[in-house]
């Protein structure tokens, strides 16, 4: 019976992109809500990246040479490793909880995309990690977890992030199928990397510059389409060197109970998903692979996210 929940979930999403309203102007602004869960893939155990809870607000900027979004978000990762009841002392990935808040800003033109972010949170005990997760098990009458006195350490994270992606004419044509480039450089005291990947999308789509596949499904522009449809599909292979993680390291902050660990050095990972929109909704589907994170993991991960965002003037 504890997988019906989840099927249901996965109903409602998609059930509620298709209760639509009709409109002829573009929308200013939009909400979100974004879950990711290695449950919604009905796995029998919880690891790794086990949960992701996302809030963001984002808002169009005036411009009338580019699209510019202003993005607000507040968000609670939670990580674990592989065995949580049967080996208490076997730790292949560290307990870290990480709450944070985060400014992204989004420019868009027809030749290139640029996007800068900050963000300000707390990996360790102020994070709730420990309270979340178990008040959640409890809620769904799954067992208790009691050692996240292990996870790592950091009081204060402060990280900014940079992200490119060159619109090339041959392959970013709005036609059936594009080719997008994507560079992402990181670097703060949570996670120092640079990351290089290739969004291959099909279907039906706007221009990059109105997509909700950058989140750039809103406008202050007038008769821009944003209000349209959109439905198509993507592959995301994406290639990471990590200098740094914090998620898995903490810092000099970590207890003398807290169990660290190192990151692997290259690191890859591939999403698929399918984005939906049309007048006021948007909605995604999203299953991410990715090899392991840290040196001493047993297994890759494998997660769903969902996302449902609404949007309005």
């Given amino acids: 019976m504890k997988y019906f929940w989840r099927i249901g979930i996965c109903c409602c999403w998609i059930t509620a992109a298709y209760s639509q309203e009709a409109s002829t102007n573009s929308f200013?602004?939009?909400?979100?809500?974004?879950?990711?869960?290695?449950a919604y893939l009905l796995q029998s155990n919880d690891k790794y990246y086990t949960n992701g809870l996302y809030f963001q607000y984002n808002r169009a900027g005036k411009n009338q040479t580019a699209t510019i979004i202003h993005g607000f978000e507040a968000g609670q990762a939670l990580y674990t490793p592989r065995l949580l009841t049967y080996y208490p002392d076997s730790v292949d990935r560290p307990y870290c909880g990480y709450l944070f808040v985060q400014y992204k800003h989004t420019r868009l033109q027809k030749k290139f995309g640029l996007q800068w972010n900050v963000a300000v949170g707390t990996i360790g005990n102020n994070s709730l990690g420990q309270n979340f997760q178990n008040?959640?098990?409890?809620?769904?009458?799954?067992?208790?977890?009691?050692?996240?006195?292990k996870q790592v350490q950091v009081p204060f994270t402060l990280n900014a992030g940079l992200r490119y992606t060159p619109f090339i004419p041959a392959l970013a044509q709005e036609k059936s199928a594009k080719i997008v480039p994507v560079i992402e450089l990181n670097a703060g005291n949570v996670y120092t990397n640079a990351k290089f990947g290739m969004m291959l999308v099909w279907g039906i789509y706007h221009h990059?510059?109105?997509s909700a596949l950058w989140d750039a499904d809103i406008s202050q522009l007038p008769n821009n389409n944003t209000h349209s449809f959109e439905w198509f599909v993507y592959f995301y292979p994406q290639l990471t060197l990590q200098g740094y993680n914090a998620t898995i390291q903490g810092s000099s902050s970590n207890t003398a109970t807290t169990i660290a660990g190192t990151p692997e050095q290259w690191m890859y990972q591939q999403s698929w998903g399918m984005v939906f929109t049309k007048a006021r909704w948007m909605s995604k589907v999203e299953i991410v692979y990715q090899t392991k994170e840290c040196i001493t993991q047993y297994l890759p991960q494998r997660y769903a996210s969902l996302q449902l965002a609404y949007r309005f003037r």
Avoid at 138 to 148: A, K, M
């Fill in 208 to 210: 990059n510059e109105n």
């Fill in 135 to 149: 008040e959640l098990h409890h809620t769904l009458g799954l067992y208790p977890v009691n050692d996240w006195y």
């Fill in 28 to 38: 200013h602004q939009s909400f979100s809500i974004t879950t990711d869960n290695d």
